[in-house]
């Protein structure tokens, strides 16, 4: 059983940083793909990004190309989620989530542990 929690979530203006975290426990961290998504008030959940098991490949959804930087410390089984140029838009709660695979999978159906996640807010 993987267990995986969230930080660094708060409230910043637009045009600000955050930087997410997420540590894991209870598997094989290094092992393992892991991806980001968000969920907005009344929408779906949604892929952010993704990183394979070494931190050799990403991927990234659209809408945060080149303001978000996905990395990994696989030394710390840590998951890291860089957040720059935040927009009022990107205001939601964050999921880290493990895909207990080599590969990056970027469906919500495709991974197998999440965690309860951390919510980001960004003013106007």
């Known amino acids: 059983q993987v267990q995986l929690v969230e930080s660094g979530g708060g409230l910043v203006q637009a045009g600000g940083s955050l930087r997410l975290s997420c540590a894991a426990s209870g598997g094989t961290f290094s092992s393992y793909s892991m991806d980001w998504f968000r969920q907005a008030p009344g929408k779906e959940r949604e892929f952010v990004a993704a990183?394979?098991?070494?931190?050799?490949?990403?991927y990234y959804a659209d809408s945060v190309k080149g303001r978000f930087t996905i990395s990994r410390d696989n030394a710390k089984n840590t998951l890291y989620l860089q957040m720059n140029s935040l927009k009022p838009e990107d205001t939601a709660v964050y999921y880290c989530?493990?895909?207990?695979?080599?590969?990056?999978?970027?469906?919500?159906?495709?991974?197998?542990?999440w965690g309860k996640g951390t919510l980001v807010t960004v003013s106007s």
């Open positions: 990183i394979n098991w070494n931190g050799g490949r990403t």
């Open positions: 989530a493990v895909q207990k695979g080599p590969t990056i999978q970027i469906r919500t159906w495709n991974m197998d542990y």
